[in-house]
Protein backbone atom coordinates (compact mmCIF):
# COMPACT_ATOMS: atom_id res chain seq x y z
CA UNK A 1 0.00 0.00 0.00
CA UNK A 2 1.31 3.40 -1.17
CA UNK A 3 0.86 6.56 1.04
CA UNK A 4 -1.53 8.75 -0.53
CA UNK A 5 -2.63 11.97 0.47
CA UNK A 6 -6.10 10.60 1.35
CA UNK A 7 -4.25 8.59 3.80
CA UNK A 8 -3.79 11.30 6.08
CA UNK A 9 -7.90 10.81 6.52
CA UNK A 10 -7.19 7.81 8.56
CA UNK A 11 -6.56 9.14 11.99
CA UNK A 12 -9.58 11.09 11.79
CA UNK A 13 -11.71 7.98 10.48
CA UNK A 14 -10.07 6.20 13.03
CA UNK A 15 -11.60 8.41 16.03
CA UNK A 16 -14.88 8.97 14.10
CA UNK A 17 -15.58 5.32 14.31
CA UNK A 18 -14.40 4.95 18.07
CA UNK A 19 -15.73 7.86 18.98
CA UNK A 20 -18.94 8.18 17.03
CA UNK A 21 -20.13 4.89 15.45
CA UNK A 22 -19.66 3.07 18.06
CA UNK A 23 -21.08 4.35 20.83
CA UNK A 24 -23.81 4.78 18.55
CA UNK A 25 -23.90 0.89 18.08
CA UNK A 26 -24.37 0.48 21.39
CA UNK A 27 -27.09 2.82 21.91
CA UNK A 28 -28.84 1.06 19.34
CA UNK A 29 -28.04 -1.94 21.47
CA UNK A 30 -29.35 -0.97 24.52
CA UNK A 31 -32.48 0.51 22.96
CA UNK A 32 -33.65 -3.49 22.38
CA UNK A 33 -32.39 -4.10 25.83
CA UNK A 34 -35.39 -5.09 28.90
CA UNK A 35 -34.90 -3.47 32.32
CA UNK A 36 -35.70 -5.76 35.15
CA UNK A 37 -35.29 -4.92 38.83
CA UNK A 38 -33.12 -1.90 38.23
CA UNK A 39 -30.59 -4.45 35.89
CA UNK A 40 -30.02 -3.91 32.56
CA UNK A 41 -30.92 -7.41 30.74
CA UNK A 42 -29.99 -8.17 27.11
CA UNK A 43 -32.93 -9.12 25.44
CA UNK A 44 -34.57 -8.68 21.95
CA UNK A 45 -37.37 -5.98 23.25
CA UNK A 46 -39.90 -3.31 21.38
CA UNK A 47 -40.60 -2.12 25.03
CA UNK A 48 -39.06 0.95 24.35
CA UNK A 49 -39.73 1.80 20.97
CA UNK A 50 -43.38 1.30 21.55
CA UNK A 51 -43.68 3.34 24.13
CA UNK A 52 -41.55 6.32 22.29
CA UNK A 53 -43.74 5.87 18.82
CA UNK A 54 -47.01 6.66 21.48
CA UNK A 55 -45.30 8.92 23.52
CA UNK A 56 -47.03 12.42 22.56
CA UNK A 57 -44.48 14.29 24.78
CA UNK A 58 -41.58 12.66 23.47
CA UNK A 59 -42.25 13.85 19.87
CA UNK A 60 -43.47 17.03 21.07
CA UNK A 61 -39.87 17.59 22.71
CA UNK A 62 -38.21 16.82 19.63
CA UNK A 63 -40.42 18.71 17.70
CA UNK A 64 -39.86 21.61 20.50
CA UNK A 65 -36.02 20.86 19.79
CA UNK A 66 -36.27 21.58 15.45
CA UNK A 67 -38.07 24.57 16.13
CA UNK A 68 -35.78 25.77 18.21
CA UNK A 69 -33.02 24.96 16.44
CA UNK A 70 -34.42 26.26 13.62
CA UNK A 71 -35.81 29.75 15.12
CA UNK A 72 -32.30 30.54 16.57
CA UNK A 73 -31.05 29.95 13.30
CA UNK A 74 -32.89 32.20 11.52
CA UNK A 75 -32.13 34.86 14.57
CA UNK A 76 -28.57 34.60 14.25
CA UNK A 77 -28.89 34.71 10.50
CA UNK A 78 -30.84 38.13 10.79
CA UNK A 79 -28.68 39.64 13.41
CA UNK A 80 -25.06 38.48 12.61
CA UNK A 81 -25.83 38.91 8.69
CA UNK A 82 -25.11 42.85 9.02
CA UNK A 83 -22.20 42.52 11.61
CA UNK A 84 -20.22 40.41 9.42
CA UNK A 85 -20.76 42.51 7.05
CA UNK A 86 -19.79 45.65 9.28
CA UNK A 87 -16.50 43.38 10.06
CA UNK A 88 -15.22 43.43 6.85
CA UNK A 89 -15.04 47.24 6.42
CA UNK A 90 -13.19 47.49 9.45
CA UNK A 91 -9.10 48.32 9.47
CA UNK A 92 -7.06 45.44 9.94
CA UNK A 93 -6.58 45.81 13.82
CA UNK A 94 -10.09 46.78 14.61
CA UNK A 95 -11.09 43.81 13.16
CA UNK A 96 -8.65 41.77 15.57
CA UNK A 97 -10.14 43.78 18.23
CA UNK A 98 -13.80 42.62 16.84
CA UNK A 99 -13.08 39.31 17.02
CA UNK A 100 -11.69 39.62 20.39
CA UNK A 101 -15.24 41.36 21.86
CA UNK A 102 -17.24 38.87 19.68
CA UNK A 103 -15.51 35.84 21.32
CA UNK A 104 -15.25 36.80 24.49
CA UNK A 105 -18.44 35.89 25.98
CA UNK A 106 -17.72 32.14 25.12
CA UNK A 107 -14.67 32.27 27.27
CA UNK A 108 -17.00 32.94 30.53
CA UNK A 109 -18.53 29.32 30.03
CA UNK A 110 -22.22 28.54 30.16
CA UNK A 111 -23.21 28.73 33.76
CA UNK A 112 -21.72 32.13 34.39
CA UNK A 113 -23.26 33.40 31.78
CA UNK A 114 -26.78 31.71 32.67
CA UNK A 115 -26.74 33.32 36.29
CA UNK A 116 -25.63 36.67 34.71
CA UNK A 117 -28.56 36.56 32.51
CA UNK A 118 -30.52 36.57 35.49
CA UNK A 119 -29.25 39.30 37.29
CA UNK A 120 -30.35 41.13 33.71
CA UNK A 121 -33.44 39.60 33.32
CA UNK A 122 -34.66 39.19 36.93
CA UNK A 123 -37.84 40.81 38.54
CA UNK A 124 -35.04 43.54 40.43
CA UNK A 125 -32.38 42.88 37.23
CA UNK A 126 -31.23 45.81 35.30
CA UNK A 127 -33.81 45.65 32.69
CA UNK A 128 -36.69 46.01 34.91
CA UNK A 129 -34.61 48.55 37.21
CA UNK A 130 -34.43 51.06 34.63
CA UNK A 131 -37.76 50.68 32.85
CA UNK A 132 -38.97 51.22 35.91
CA UNK A 133 -36.75 54.27 36.55
CA UNK A 134 -37.63 55.85 33.32
CA UNK A 135 -40.96 55.44 34.52
CA UNK A 136 -41.78 53.40 31.22
CA UNK A 137 -43.39 50.17 33.23
CA UNK A 138 -45.16 50.09 36.95
CA UNK A 139 -44.50 46.57 37.69
CA UNK A 140 -41.36 44.27 37.05
CA UNK A 141 -42.08 41.83 33.51
CA UNK A 142 -42.14 38.95 34.26
CA UNK A 143 -41.40 37.97 30.61
CA UNK A 144 -38.29 38.99 30.67
CA UNK A 145 -37.35 35.57 32.23
CA UNK A 146 -38.17 32.27 32.92
CA UNK A 147 -40.21 32.07 29.60
CA UNK A 148 -40.02 31.17 25.91
CA UNK A 149 -38.70 34.34 24.93
CA UNK A 150 -35.29 34.33 27.68
CA UNK A 151 -34.81 30.49 25.95
CA UNK A 152 -35.03 32.79 22.14
CA UNK A 153 -32.96 35.27 23.73
CA UNK A 154 -30.31 33.22 25.46
CA UNK A 155 -29.85 30.95 22.20
CA UNK A 156 -29.41 33.32 20.08
CA UNK A 157 -27.15 35.84 22.16
CA UNK A 158 -25.25 32.05 23.05
CA UNK A 159 -24.73 31.34 18.96
CA UNK A 160 -24.15 34.43 17.18
CA UNK A 161 -20.50 35.04 17.31
CA UNK A 162 -20.35 31.46 15.44
CA UNK A 163 -22.77 32.56 12.86
CA UNK A 164 -21.03 35.71 12.36
CA UNK A 165 -17.88 34.59 12.03
CA UNK A 166 -18.62 31.71 9.77
CA UNK A 167 -20.55 34.60 7.40
CA UNK A 168 -17.42 37.03 7.96
CA UNK A 169 -15.09 34.81 6.90
CA UNK A 170 -17.26 34.18 3.73
CA UNK A 171 -17.86 38.06 3.02
CA UNK A 172 -14.42 38.61 3.47
CA UNK A 173 -13.75 36.29 0.64
CA UNK A 174 -16.02 38.43 -2.00
CA UNK A 175 -13.69 40.32 -4.08
CA UNK A 176 -14.60 44.22 -3.67
CA UNK A 177 -14.41 44.67 -7.34
CA UNK A 178 -17.31 42.08 -7.72
CA UNK A 179 -19.32 44.91 -6.39
CA UNK A 180 -18.00 47.65 -8.06
CA UNK A 181 -18.43 46.17 -11.20
CA UNK A 182 -21.99 44.91 -10.36
CA UNK A 183 -22.13 48.71 -9.34
CA UNK A 184 -20.74 50.02 -12.75
CA UNK A 185 -23.40 47.67 -14.70
CA UNK A 186 -26.55 49.09 -13.23
CA UNK A 187 -26.77 47.64 -9.72
CA UNK A 188 -28.20 50.05 -7.04
CA UNK A 189 -26.15 49.17 -3.17
CA UNK A 190 -29.57 47.07 -2.06
CA UNK A 191 -29.02 44.84 -5.72
CA UNK A 192 -25.34 44.20 -5.79
CA UNK A 193 -26.22 43.17 -2.51
CA UNK A 194 -29.10 40.22 -3.49
CA UNK A 195 -26.95 39.15 -6.45
CA UNK A 196 -23.43 39.16 -5.71
CA UNK A 197 -22.71 39.64 -1.91
CA UNK A 198 -25.67 37.58 -0.34
CA UNK A 199 -25.02 34.57 -2.94
CA UNK A 200 -21.58 34.42 -2.38
CA UNK A 201 -21.53 34.23 0.77
CA UNK A 202 -24.07 30.96 0.82
CA UNK A 203 -21.04 28.83 2.10
CA UNK A 204 -20.89 30.79 4.85
CA UNK A 205 -24.14 31.41 5.63
CA UNK A 206 -24.40 27.28 5.19
CA UNK A 207 -22.14 26.57 7.90
CA UNK A 208 -23.03 29.35 9.97
CA UNK A 209 -26.48 27.90 10.24
CA UNK A 210 -25.81 24.23 10.27
CA UNK A 211 -23.60 24.97 13.27
CA UNK A 212 -25.78 26.80 15.32
CA UNK A 213 -28.28 24.45 14.26
CA UNK A 214 -27.02 21.39 16.01
CA UNK A 215 -25.94 23.56 18.87
CA UNK A 216 -29.18 24.97 19.90
CA UNK A 217 -31.32 22.23 19.00
CA UNK A 218 -29.59 20.34 21.65
CA UNK A 219 -29.15 22.72 23.84
CA UNK A 220 -30.19 22.07 27.67
CA UNK A 221 -29.01 23.98 30.05
CA UNK A 222 -30.16 27.27 29.31
CA UNK A 223 -33.94 26.11 28.89
CA UNK A 224 -34.07 24.32 31.67
CA UNK A 225 -32.17 27.06 34.09
CA UNK A 226 -33.81 29.84 32.42
CA UNK A 227 -37.10 28.98 30.42
CA UNK A 228 -39.13 28.10 33.96
CA UNK A 229 -42.06 26.19 32.99
CA UNK A 230 -41.43 26.60 29.48
CA UNK A 231 -37.82 24.74 30.51
CA UNK A 232 -38.26 21.32 29.08
CA UNK A 233 -36.36 19.64 26.61
CA UNK A 234 -35.57 16.03 24.97
CA UNK A 235 -32.39 16.59 26.12
CA UNK A 236 -32.88 16.81 29.74
CA UNK A 237 -35.43 13.95 29.35
CA UNK A 238 -32.65 11.50 27.82
CA UNK A 239 -30.70 12.40 31.02
CA UNK A 240 -33.56 12.18 33.39
CA UNK A 241 -34.13 8.88 31.70
CA UNK A 242 -30.69 7.56 31.63
CA UNK A 243 -29.98 8.68 35.26
CA UNK A 244 -33.03 8.88 38.21
CA UNK A 245 -35.96 6.95 36.09
CA UNK A 246 -32.99 4.32 34.89
CA UNK A 247 -34.84 3.71 31.74
CA UNK A 248 -32.01 3.21 29.26
CA UNK A 249 -33.59 1.71 26.81
CA UNK A 250 -36.36 4.31 26.34
CA UNK A 251 -33.32 6.89 26.66
CA UNK A 252 -31.54 5.16 23.85
CA UNK A 253 -34.23 5.04 21.65
CA UNK A 254 -35.28 8.95 22.61
CA UNK A 255 -31.64 10.06 22.03
CA UNK A 256 -31.77 8.26 18.80
CA UNK A 257 -34.59 9.65 17.50
CA UNK A 258 -34.00 12.75 18.33
CA UNK A 259 -30.56 12.62 16.26
CA UNK A 260 -32.31 10.84 13.62
CA UNK A 261 -34.82 14.03 13.58
CA UNK A 262 -31.94 16.34 13.75
CA UNK A 263 -30.01 15.15 11.29
CA UNK A 264 -32.85 14.78 8.57
CA UNK A 265 -33.39 18.61 9.34
CA UNK A 266 -29.88 19.86 9.25
CA UNK A 267 -29.54 17.61 6.01
CA UNK A 268 -32.46 19.27 4.33
CA UNK A 269 -30.66 22.77 5.43
CA UNK A 270 -27.40 21.73 3.56
CA UNK A 271 -29.31 20.13 0.26
CA UNK A 272 -31.09 23.05 0.22
CA UNK A 273 -28.36 25.91 0.41
CA UNK A 274 -25.97 23.80 -1.61
CA UNK A 275 -28.49 24.60 -4.72
CA UNK A 276 -28.31 28.25 -4.52
CA UNK A 277 -25.80 29.15 -7.03
CA UNK A 278 -23.29 31.24 -4.62
CA UNK A 279 -22.48 27.81 -3.56
CA UNK A 280 -21.25 26.60 -6.97
CA UNK A 281 -18.77 29.53 -7.37
CA UNK A 282 -17.15 28.33 -4.27
CA UNK A 283 -17.82 24.05 -3.71
CA UNK A 284 -18.68 23.41 -7.47
CA UNK A 285 -15.05 24.42 -8.68
CA UNK A 286 -13.39 20.45 -8.34
CA UNK B 1 -20.28 72.49 -55.84
CA UNK B 2 -20.89 74.94 -53.72
CA UNK B 3 -24.72 74.24 -52.78
CA UNK B 4 -23.61 71.05 -52.03
CA UNK B 5 -20.86 71.97 -49.43
CA UNK B 6 -23.15 74.26 -47.84
CA UNK B 7 -25.48 71.20 -47.35
CA UNK B 8 -23.02 69.16 -45.97
CA UNK B 9 -21.84 71.75 -43.86
CA UNK B 10 -25.72 71.72 -42.45
CA UNK B 11 -24.98 68.20 -41.93
CA UNK B 12 -22.44 68.67 -39.46
CA UNK B 13 -24.01 68.32 -35.98
CA UNK B 14 -24.86 71.66 -34.42
CA UNK B 15 -22.78 70.67 -30.69
CA UNK B 16 -18.99 69.91 -30.48
CA UNK B 17 -18.89 66.52 -30.67
CA UNK B 18 -16.92 66.41 -27.11
CA UNK B 19 -18.32 63.23 -25.14
CA UNK B 20 -16.59 63.90 -21.98
CA UNK B 21 -15.03 66.60 -20.33
CA UNK B 22 -12.85 67.33 -17.44
CA UNK B 23 -11.55 70.58 -15.52
CA UNK B 24 -9.17 70.35 -12.84
CA UNK B 25 -9.31 67.66 -11.65
CA UNK B 26 -8.19 67.01 -8.20
CA UNK B 27 -7.63 63.94 -6.02
CA UNK B 28 -5.96 63.13 -3.07
CA UNK B 29 -5.17 59.75 -1.11
CA UNK B 30 -3.97 60.36 2.49
CA UNK B 31 -0.96 63.09 1.69
CA UNK B 32 -0.37 61.86 -2.08
CA UNK B 33 -2.06 63.53 -4.71
CA UNK B 34 -3.00 61.18 -7.07
CA UNK B 35 -3.98 63.43 -9.56
CA UNK B 36 -3.03 66.98 -9.39
CA UNK B 37 -5.42 69.05 -12.12
CA UNK B 38 -5.76 68.00 -14.72
CA UNK B 39 -7.98 68.62 -17.94
CA UNK B 40 -9.35 65.84 -20.04
CA UNK B 41 -11.19 65.83 -23.14
CA UNK B 42 -12.78 62.76 -24.99
CA UNK B 43 -14.46 63.17 -28.14
CA UNK B 44 -17.21 60.89 -29.34
CA UNK B 45 -15.71 57.82 -31.05
CA UNK B 46 -12.15 58.46 -29.71
CA UNK B 47 -9.91 55.56 -28.84
CA UNK B 48 -7.76 57.91 -25.83
CA UNK B 49 -5.30 55.81 -24.01
CA UNK B 50 -4.21 57.28 -20.65
CA UNK B 51 -1.13 55.37 -20.67
CA UNK B 52 2.29 56.17 -17.87
CA UNK B 53 4.18 54.50 -14.79
CA UNK B 54 2.34 53.01 -12.08
CA UNK B 55 1.24 55.45 -9.40
CA UNK B 56 0.95 57.54 -12.11
CA UNK B 57 -2.69 58.39 -11.61
CA UNK B 58 -4.26 57.01 -14.75
CA UNK B 59 -6.22 54.25 -12.91
CA UNK B 60 -7.72 57.33 -10.40
CA UNK B 61 -8.61 58.99 -13.18
CA UNK B 62 -10.38 56.27 -15.27
CA UNK B 63 -12.40 54.94 -11.56
CA UNK B 64 -13.40 59.06 -11.15
CA UNK B 65 -14.99 58.60 -14.49
CA UNK B 66 -16.55 55.54 -13.69
CA UNK B 67 -17.84 56.67 -10.38
CA UNK B 68 -16.08 54.48 -7.69
CA UNK B 69 -14.04 57.64 -6.93
CA UNK B 70 -15.37 61.33 -5.98
CA UNK B 71 -12.91 64.47 -7.46
CA UNK B 72 -11.22 66.36 -4.61
CA UNK B 73 -12.03 69.37 -6.91
CA UNK B 74 -13.21 70.00 -10.53
CA UNK B 75 -15.93 69.01 -12.81
CA UNK B 76 -16.73 65.96 -14.67
CA UNK B 77 -19.19 66.48 -17.80
CA UNK B 78 -20.55 63.69 -20.00
CA UNK B 79 -22.74 64.76 -23.01
CA UNK B 80 -22.30 68.48 -21.09
CA UNK B 81 -23.99 66.52 -17.87
CA UNK B 82 -22.23 67.12 -14.47
CA UNK B 83 -21.81 64.16 -12.92
CA UNK B 84 -21.02 64.82 -9.64
CA UNK B 85 -24.02 63.60 -8.10
CA UNK B 86 -24.30 60.47 -10.48
CA UNK B 87 -23.38 57.26 -8.98
CA UNK B 88 -21.79 54.55 -10.68
CA UNK B 89 -24.68 52.80 -11.65
CA UNK B 90 -26.56 55.64 -13.41
CA UNK B 91 -23.51 56.85 -15.29
CA UNK B 92 -23.32 55.14 -18.86
CA UNK B 93 -20.50 54.36 -18.72
CA UNK B 94 -19.11 50.74 -18.34
CA UNK B 95 -16.04 49.32 -16.84
CA UNK B 96 -13.98 46.57 -18.04
CA UNK B 97 -11.48 45.94 -15.21
CA UNK B 98 -7.99 44.65 -14.88
CA UNK B 99 -9.04 40.97 -12.73
CA UNK B 100 -12.30 41.10 -15.05
CA UNK B 101 -14.19 40.89 -12.07
CA UNK B 102 -16.79 38.79 -13.22
CA UNK B 103 -19.44 37.17 -11.24
CA UNK B 104 -17.73 33.75 -10.18
CA UNK B 105 -21.76 32.13 -9.20
CA UNK B 106 -23.02 33.21 -12.41
CA UNK B 107 -22.64 31.21 -16.08
CA UNK B 108 -20.82 33.42 -19.17
CA UNK B 109 -24.46 34.12 -20.20
CA UNK B 110 -25.74 35.34 -16.67
CA UNK B 111 -22.55 37.34 -16.37
CA UNK B 112 -23.35 39.34 -20.00
CA UNK B 113 -26.96 39.49 -19.29
CA UNK B 114 -26.77 41.17 -16.00
CA UNK B 115 -26.95 44.84 -16.74
CA UNK B 116 -30.16 44.45 -19.14
CA UNK B 117 -32.00 41.76 -16.57
CA UNK B 118 -31.26 44.67 -13.40
CA UNK B 119 -32.73 47.18 -15.90
CA UNK B 120 -36.29 44.95 -15.92
CA UNK B 121 -38.66 45.02 -19.10
CA UNK B 122 -35.92 43.85 -21.60
CA UNK B 123 -38.07 41.84 -23.97
CA UNK B 124 -34.77 40.24 -26.24
CA UNK B 125 -32.36 39.25 -23.31
CA UNK B 126 -31.75 36.47 -24.88
CA UNK B 127 -30.76 37.77 -28.64
CA UNK B 128 -28.30 40.57 -27.22
CA UNK B 129 -26.60 38.23 -24.79
CA UNK B 130 -25.75 35.96 -27.98
CA UNK B 131 -24.73 39.33 -29.82
CA UNK B 132 -22.52 40.51 -27.83
CA UNK B 133 -21.02 37.13 -27.26
CA UNK B 134 -21.01 36.58 -30.97
CA UNK B 135 -19.20 40.33 -30.99
CA UNK B 136 -16.09 38.96 -28.84
CA UNK B 137 -16.16 34.92 -30.23
CA UNK B 138 -17.46 33.71 -27.22
CA UNK B 139 -20.85 32.46 -28.73
CA UNK B 140 -20.46 28.62 -27.65
CA UNK B 141 -19.54 29.25 -24.01
CA UNK B 142 -22.32 30.65 -23.09
CA UNK B 143 -23.35 27.46 -20.45
CA UNK B 144 -19.70 28.04 -18.84
CA UNK B 145 -18.40 29.40 -15.36
CA UNK B 146 -15.67 31.98 -15.58
CA UNK B 147 -13.56 29.50 -13.18
CA UNK B 148 -13.72 27.31 -16.84
CA UNK B 149 -12.45 29.43 -18.98
CA UNK B 150 -9.05 30.95 -19.83
CA UNK B 151 -7.80 34.30 -19.10
CA UNK B 152 -8.30 35.36 -22.65
CA UNK B 153 -11.81 34.20 -22.73
CA UNK B 154 -12.29 35.69 -19.36
CA UNK B 155 -11.34 38.76 -20.86
CA UNK B 156 -13.50 38.80 -23.95
CA UNK B 157 -16.86 38.13 -21.60
CA UNK B 158 -15.73 41.05 -19.79
CA UNK B 159 -15.63 43.20 -22.83
CA UNK B 160 -19.27 41.32 -23.69
CA UNK B 161 -20.29 42.12 -20.39
CA UNK B 162 -19.67 45.96 -20.55
CA UNK B 163 -20.65 46.63 -24.04
CA UNK B 164 -24.09 44.89 -24.10
CA UNK B 165 -25.81 48.02 -22.42
CA UNK B 166 -24.45 50.37 -25.40
CA UNK B 167 -22.44 52.78 -22.68
CA UNK B 168 -21.64 56.54 -24.15
CA UNK B 169 -17.96 55.51 -23.25
CA UNK B 170 -16.06 52.42 -22.33
CA UNK B 171 -13.69 52.12 -19.90
CA UNK B 172 -10.66 49.98 -19.85
CA UNK B 173 -8.49 49.50 -16.83
CA UNK B 174 -5.23 47.35 -18.38
CA UNK B 175 -7.59 45.00 -19.77
CA UNK B 176 -4.79 43.09 -21.36
CA UNK B 177 -1.85 43.35 -19.00
CA UNK B 178 -2.77 39.29 -17.48
CA UNK B 179 -2.35 38.08 -21.04
CA UNK B 180 0.38 36.17 -22.74
CA UNK B 181 2.19 38.32 -25.15
CA UNK B 182 0.64 36.29 -28.24
CA UNK B 183 -3.16 36.52 -26.91
CA UNK B 184 -2.36 40.24 -26.27
CA UNK B 185 -1.81 40.95 -29.78
CA UNK B 186 -4.33 39.42 -30.77
CA UNK B 187 -6.55 41.13 -28.74
CA UNK B 188 -5.77 44.42 -29.50
CA UNK B 189 -6.67 43.87 -32.97
CA UNK B 190 -10.18 42.57 -31.72
CA UNK B 191 -10.49 45.71 -29.47
CA UNK B 192 -9.51 47.92 -31.58
CA UNK B 193 -11.84 46.12 -34.39
CA UNK B 194 -14.68 46.42 -32.43
CA UNK B 195 -13.98 49.86 -31.14
CA UNK B 196 -14.36 51.02 -34.96
CA UNK B 197 -17.59 48.83 -35.10
CA UNK B 198 -19.44 49.98 -32.46
CA UNK B 199 -18.48 53.24 -32.78
CA UNK B 200 -18.18 53.33 -28.87
CA UNK B 201 -15.40 56.11 -27.35
CA UNK B 202 -13.02 53.78 -25.60
CA UNK B 203 -11.01 55.21 -22.91
CA UNK B 204 -7.75 52.81 -22.40
CA UNK B 205 -5.87 52.93 -19.85
CA UNK B 206 -2.13 50.82 -19.81
CA UNK B 207 1.49 51.38 -18.99
CA UNK B 208 2.61 49.70 -22.05
CA UNK B 209 3.34 52.31 -24.78
CA UNK B 210 3.34 49.83 -27.78
CA UNK B 211 -0.48 48.38 -27.18
CA UNK B 212 -0.90 52.72 -26.74
CA UNK B 213 0.34 53.32 -29.92
CA UNK B 214 -1.37 50.30 -31.89
CA UNK B 215 -4.71 51.07 -30.20
CA UNK B 216 -4.94 55.10 -30.08
CA UNK B 217 -6.19 58.01 -31.79
CA UNK B 218 -4.93 60.23 -28.76
CA UNK B 219 -2.29 59.31 -26.25
CA UNK B 220 -2.44 61.16 -22.87
CA UNK B 221 0.87 60.42 -21.14
CA UNK B 222 0.35 61.15 -17.34
CA UNK B 223 3.26 61.81 -14.77
CA UNK B 224 2.89 62.20 -11.46
CA UNK B 225 -0.93 62.79 -11.49
CA UNK B 226 -0.32 65.36 -14.57
CA UNK B 227 -0.75 64.99 -18.09
CA UNK B 228 2.66 65.74 -19.31
CA UNK B 229 1.49 65.59 -23.09
CA UNK B 230 -1.71 64.78 -25.04
CA UNK B 231 -1.65 64.28 -28.80
CA UNK B 232 -1.60 61.14 -31.42
CA UNK B 233 1.28 58.69 -31.21
CA UNK B 234 3.39 59.76 -33.82
CA UNK B 235 3.48 63.28 -32.14
CA UNK B 236 3.85 61.63 -29.00
CA UNK B 237 6.69 59.17 -30.52
CA UNK B 238 8.39 61.72 -33.08
CA UNK B 239 8.13 65.05 -30.84
CA UNK B 240 7.89 64.11 -26.67
CA UNK B 241 6.51 67.02 -25.15
CA UNK B 242 9.36 66.40 -22.32
CA UNK B 243 12.32 64.24 -21.34
CA UNK B 244 9.73 62.31 -19.26
CA UNK B 245 7.69 61.78 -22.07
CA UNK B 246 10.93 60.47 -24.30
CA UNK B 247 12.28 58.28 -21.58
CA UNK B 248 8.89 56.48 -21.42
CA UNK B 249 8.19 55.99 -24.33
CA UNK B 250 10.84 53.89 -26.74
CA UNK B 251 14.50 53.16 -26.11
CA UNK B 252 15.70 56.75 -27.13
CA UNK B 253 18.83 57.98 -25.60
CA UNK B 254 18.55 61.19 -23.65
CA UNK B 255 21.91 63.84 -24.03
CA UNK B 256 21.34 66.55 -21.55
CA UNK B 257 22.80 69.60 -23.09
CA UNK B 258 22.14 74.03 -23.64
CA UNK B 259 20.55 75.45 -26.60
CA UNK B 260 23.05 77.44 -28.92
CA UNK B 261 21.41 79.09 -30.90
CA UNK B 262 17.31 78.73 -32.30
CA UNK B 263 15.95 79.44 -35.63
CA UNK B 264 12.20 78.94 -36.45
CA UNK B 265 11.45 75.51 -35.21
CA UNK B 266 14.52 74.01 -34.79
CA UNK B 267 17.46 74.56 -32.65
CA UNK B 268 21.28 73.89 -32.30
CA UNK B 269 22.05 72.24 -28.53
CA UNK B 270 25.79 71.85 -27.39
CA UNK B 271 26.26 68.55 -26.00
CA UNK B 272 29.10 66.40 -24.39
CA UNK B 273 29.04 64.42 -27.64
CA UNK B 274 28.98 67.29 -29.89
CA UNK B 275 26.59 70.12 -31.07
CA UNK B 276 23.74 69.29 -33.46
CA UNK B 277 21.00 70.92 -34.88
CA UNK B 278 17.59 69.52 -34.74
CA UNK B 279 13.71 70.13 -34.70
CA UNK B 280 13.52 71.60 -30.92
CA UNK B 281 10.53 71.86 -28.92
CA UNK B 282 8.66 75.23 -28.79
CA UNK B 283 9.21 77.88 -25.88
CA UNK B 284 13.30 76.56 -26.09
CA UNK B 285 15.14 79.90 -25.98
CA UNK B 286 18.78 79.99 -26.31
CA UNK B 287 20.69 79.57 -22.90
CA UNK B 288 17.93 76.63 -21.79
CA UNK B 289 19.07 73.07 -20.63
CA UNK B 290 17.60 70.78 -22.84
CA UNK B 291 17.33 67.26 -23.45
CA UNK B 292 18.59 65.64 -27.25
CA UNK B 293 16.24 62.33 -27.89
CA UNK B 294 17.71 59.99 -29.93
CA UNK B 295 15.82 57.08 -30.77
CA UNK B 296 17.66 54.22 -31.37
CA UNK B 297 16.18 54.01 -35.36
CA UNK B 298 18.06 57.33 -36.44
CA UNK B 299 21.42 56.05 -35.53
CA UNK B 300 23.17 53.92 -38.33
CA UNK B 301 26.18 52.15 -39.03
CA UNK B 302 26.13 53.77 -42.68
CA UNK B 303 26.51 57.45 -44.00
CA UNK B 304 27.66 60.15 -46.27
CA UNK B 305 30.46 62.62 -45.06
CA UNK B 306 31.91 62.37 -41.16
CA UNK B 307 30.48 60.33 -38.54
CA UNK B 308 28.56 62.10 -36.18
CA UNK B 309 29.49 59.93 -33.28
CA UNK B 310 32.41 57.34 -32.77
CA UNK B 311 32.37 55.01 -29.75
CA UNK B 312 32.55 51.13 -29.06
CA UNK B 313 30.45 48.05 -28.61
CA UNK B 314 29.68 48.37 -24.78
CA UNK B 315 26.45 45.34 -25.13
CA UNK B 316 24.93 43.53 -27.82
CA UNK B 317 21.42 42.16 -27.06
CA UNK B 318 20.28 39.51 -29.74
CA UNK B 319 16.51 40.02 -30.33
CA UNK B 320 15.89 37.93 -33.48
CA UNK B 321 14.97 39.91 -36.12
CA UNK B 322 18.24 42.20 -35.83
CA UNK B 323 20.39 43.17 -32.82
CA UNK B 324 19.92 45.50 -30.24
CA UNK B 325 23.54 47.60 -29.69
CA UNK B 326 24.59 50.31 -27.24
CA UNK B 327 27.62 52.02 -28.44
CA UNK B 328 29.76 53.33 -25.58
CA UNK B 329 30.16 57.30 -26.57
CA UNK B 330 31.53 59.80 -24.63
CA UNK B 331 30.35 58.33 -21.64
CA UNK B 332 26.72 57.77 -22.67
CA UNK B 333 25.24 54.18 -24.09
CA UNK B 334 23.50 55.02 -27.23
CA UNK B 335 21.14 52.70 -28.13
CA UNK B 336 20.71 51.24 -32.10
CA UNK B 337 19.55 48.59 -34.20
CA UNK B 338 22.30 46.49 -35.74
CA UNK B 339 21.37 43.47 -38.55
CA UNK B 340 23.78 40.91 -37.04
CA UNK B 341 25.16 41.01 -32.58
CA UNK B 342 28.33 42.90 -32.67
CA UNK B 343 31.05 41.75 -30.43
CA UNK B 344 31.47 44.12 -27.28
CA UNK B 345 34.52 46.13 -27.87
CA UNK B 346 34.30 46.57 -31.52
CA UNK B 347 35.10 50.35 -32.65
CA UNK B 348 31.89 51.72 -34.53
CA UNK B 349 30.83 54.78 -36.18
CA UNK B 350 27.46 56.12 -36.29
CA UNK B 351 25.44 58.44 -38.44
CA UNK B 352 22.52 60.35 -36.56
CA UNK B 353 19.19 61.49 -38.53
CA UNK B 354 19.20 64.87 -36.68
CA UNK B 355 16.31 65.77 -38.88
CA UNK B 356 14.13 63.62 -37.26
CA UNK B 357 15.66 63.75 -33.94
CA UNK B 358 14.24 65.92 -31.67
CA UNK B 359 15.33 68.72 -28.99
CA UNK B 360 13.05 68.86 -25.72
CA UNK B 361 12.25 70.08 -22.48
CA UNK B 362 13.68 68.30 -19.61
CA UNK B 363 10.92 66.87 -17.16
CA UNK B 364 10.43 68.64 -13.73
Known amino acids: MTFRQRHLALPVAVAIIAGCLAPLAVLVAFSFYEVEEFDLVPAFSFRAWGELAVSATDWFLIGKAVLSGLTTTVFTVVLGYPVALALTRLSASAKGLAVIVLLTPLYTGEIVRIYAWRIVLGGEGLVNTVLQGLGLIDEPMKVLLFSPFTIGLVLTYNNLPFMVLAIWVSAEMVDRRLIEAARDLGARPVDAFFRVILPLTVPGLAAGSLTVFALSAGEMLTPSLLGGTSGSTAMALVDNLFGTAFDWPLASALALALLATLFLVASAMAGLMLRLKGARAVIGRA | MVVESRMEKRTEPALSPLLLAMRGIVKTFGRSRAVDGIDLDVPERAFLTLLGPSGCGKTTVLRMIAGFERPDAGEIRLDNTPLADVPPERRPVNTVFQSYALFPHLTVHDNVAFSLKLRGGVSDIGVRVRRALDAVHMADFGDRYPHQLS ?36 LQIELKALQRRLGIAFVYVTHDQEEAFALSDIVVVMNKGRIAQKADPETIYSRP ?124
Request: hydrophobic share 45%.
Open chain 2, 151 to 186: GGQQQRVAVARSIIAEPRLLLLDEPLSALDRKMRGH
Open chain 2, 241 to 364: ADSFVADFIGNSTLVEGRIQARHGDRATIETALGTITAPAAEGLAVGDAAMLVIRPELLSMRGEGSATFTGSVGHSVFQGERSMVGAEVGGLALRFPAEAPLSVGTSVALWLDADRSFITRIAA
